[in-house]
């Protein structure tokens, strides 16, 4: 059974500042998503990774993928308050169904 | 519509009744899939279609819930016989086509509460 575990579970941040957030998946698996989900609001598709050390960029966030050690980050840079929000990774799986970890929430105090 | 559409957004019901949860998928996405989300167990997928394939079930927590999809396109979730612990947020997402790498967008939701 694929297990998806995030850490940390809760962040808070002052702006400016640099974080990574942790995304460790149990079995084998070729496809790896980032969602952000803001308050009372559905998710929001922010990365996919594909392949082994496949980065991408986005503004102040940026993921990698490193398929041997099941393991992605979303690395958060000179964080601004717009960037508060919870953030999912989802690894996939069997008929296309995903597997969510538990969210980290994140704050960014001024 | 340009995104994925769900109704109703909010549906508070008794113990015992039956609810219909409804999806539209993005035009022209032939993947189709349910998740819920709760404050004990985050989100979990529940019930996948792909075009006029079976669907993939091996989600749905009780034989209380079932789906369906007509003609490719909406769906419809049913819960019978609610219970507290269906209380949830129940998501709907679609995908272009069946492909594993093609990314699922998600609905508004539909936040469910059984009193």
Redesign the interface.
């Known amino acids: 059974e694929l297990k998806v575990e995030q850490n940390p579970l809760f962040l808070s941040m002052q702006e400016g500042k640099n974080y990574t957030i942790y995304c460790n998946y149990s079995t084998t698996s070729?496809?790896l998503?980032w969602?952000r989900q803001d308050p009372g609001?559905?998710?929001?598709?922010l990365f996919?990774l594909?392949s082994n050390g496949a980065v991408k960029q986005e503004g102040r966030l940026m993921a990698s993928l490193d398929t041997k050690a099941r393991l992605s980050t979303l690395h958060i840079t000179a964080a601004v308050h717009d960037l508060s929000a919870t953030y999912?990774c989802?690894v996939?799986g069997?008929?296309?169904?995903?597997?969510?970890?538990?969210?980290t929430r994140l704050m960014v105090k001024p | 519509g340009a995104g994925v559409s769900q109704s109703p957004s909010n549906k508070v019901t008794e113990k015992g009744k039956d609810v219909e949860l409804r999806c539209d998928p993005i035009s022209g996405h032939t993947?189709l899939?349910w998740?819920r989300q709760s404050l004990g167990q985050?989100?979990?997928?529940l019930i996948?279609f792909?075009g006029n394939s079976a669907p993939?079930k091996?989600?749905l927590p009780s034989d209380r819930f079932s789906a369906e999809r007509t003609g490719g396109s909406v769906s419809t979730l049913t819960i019978q016989r609610t219970q507290q612990e269906d209380s949830a947020v129940y998501?709907c997402?679609s995908?272009r086509q069946?492909s594993?790498?093609?990314?699922?967008?998600?609905?508004?939701?539909t936040r469910l509460t059984v009193l």
């Not at chain 1, 069997?94 to 970890?101: R, Y």
């Not at chain 2, 594993?100 to 939701?109: A, H, I």
């Open positions: 070729d496809r998503y969602y609001k559905s998710l929001e598709s996919v594909l999912f989802a996939g069997g008929s296309n169904m995903l597997t969510f970890g538990g969210g | 993947a899939y998740y985050g989100l979990e997928f996948y792909q993939d091996s989600g998501l997402a995908s069946w594993s790498t093609d990314t699922q967008y998600f609905g508004p939701g």
